[in-house]
């Protein structure tokens, strides 16, 4: 009765292979759409930044300005 293969089920561990998580607004993006990322340098460690949308890029692009 648990088990139901014909059912809408969405296992927690297959939702990573397609969404990421937008770096300003925390929300998920569909990683088979194209959407922005940038790439940061946090002790000497290359980090990618996905963004859902161009302002949530931009809110980060202000957020991380240290001018
Ligand atoms: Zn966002």
Do not use: K
């Not at 998920?28 to 990618?48: A, G, K, M, N």
Request: hydrophobic letters at 25%; aromatic letters at 6%.
């Amino acid at each position: 009765m648990a088990q139901d293969p014909t059912g809408d089920q969405r296992p927690p561990n297959h939702q990573r292979a397609h969404t990421t998580v937008c770096t300003t607004c925390r929300g998920r993006i569909d990683t088979t759409q194209w959407y922005p990322i940038r790439t940061e340098v946090i002790d000497e460690t290359v980090r990618l930044r996905p963004f859902c949308c161009d302002r949530c890029l931009a809110v980060w692009e202000v957020e991380t300005s240290t001018e």
